[in-house]
């Protein structure tokens, strides 16, 4: 099986740049994908292939991928940033892989 | 636009069956693969499984091999979700998520979610 491992947790004082980790055998083999859950909502994709946004995703919201490692950048974090993150991949032995998920505090 | 709209919030006892539902519009139904993601209270996302509504191709993850039904009706452009034997542990949020594209693997549209209780 394919596991993906995020931090439980990220803190970023507000206006500064959060980094979110999705580790991973070789993940840099794969396309990253990216979604962020806001309390009592669902998941709402922010990038795919590793870096590229959805219409409407702000341009603070980027992505890279590289070895073991993707990592989901949020620039100038706002107060409407706090949310929870996940990274997703595509395995073919498993299909659909889910980190953990990453809980974003804004201070 | 693109919409998945799911079926609402249940509450079951054990042992019982259930069925819950999404239905898409704003876009060719049968043309793309509609997965299932179960999220248990305070836990994250776990993909079930998936279909793809033009042939029912439908592909499951081990975890829930056995455990559910996947299905799909493309003449009303709803897929669904089912239990023949709910167990207190099936209590979580239900969502449904459109597959971008053939060749593409991630979610571009989601469902609002369907809460499912199963309680004694």
């Known amino acids: 099986s394919y596991e993906l491992t995020q931090p439980l947790s990220v803190s970023v004082a507000l206006g500064q740049t959060a980094r979110i980790t999705c580790g991973g055998n070789?993940?840099?083999?794969?396309?990253v994908h990216w979604y962020q859950q806001k309390p009592g909502q669902a998941p709402v994709l922010v990038i795919y292939?590793?870096?590229n946004r959805p219409s409407g995703i702000p341009e603070r919201f980027s992505g890279s991928n590289s070895g073991n490692t993707a990592t989901l950048t949020i620039s100038r974090a706002q107060a409407g940033d706090e949310a929870d993150y996940y990274c997703?991949?595509?395995?073919?032995?498993?299909?659909?892989?889910f980190g953990g998920g990453t809980k974003l505090t804004v201070l | 636009e693109v919409q998945l709209v799911q079926s609402g919030a249940e509450v079951k006892k054990p042992g019982e069956s259930l069925k819950i539902s999404c239905k898409g519009s704003?876009?060719?139904?049968?043309?793309?693969?509609i997965g299932w993601v179960r999220q248990m209270p305070g836990k994250g996302l776990e993909w079930m499984g998936i279909?793809?509504?033009?042939?029912?191709?439908?592909r499951y993850s081990p975890s829930f091999q056995g455990q559910v039904t996947i299905s799909a009706d493309k003449s009303i452009s709803t897929a669904y979700l089912q239990w023949s034997s709910l167990k207190a542990s099936d209590t979580a949020m239900y969502y449904c998520?459109?597959?971008?594209?053939?060749?593409?693997?991630?979610?571009?549209?989601w469902g609002q979610g369907t809460l499912v209780t199963v309680s004694s």
């Open positions: 998520a459109r597959r971008f594209g053939d060749y593409d693997h991630y979610f571009d549209y």
């Open positions: 704003g876009y060719s139904f049968t043309s793309y693969w």
């Open positions: 279909i793809y509504p033009g042939d029912s191709d439908t």
């Open positions: 070789n993940i840099g083999s794969k396309n």
């Open positions: 292939r590793d870096s």
């Open positions: 997703q991949v595509w395995d073919s032995s498993i299909y659909w892989v």
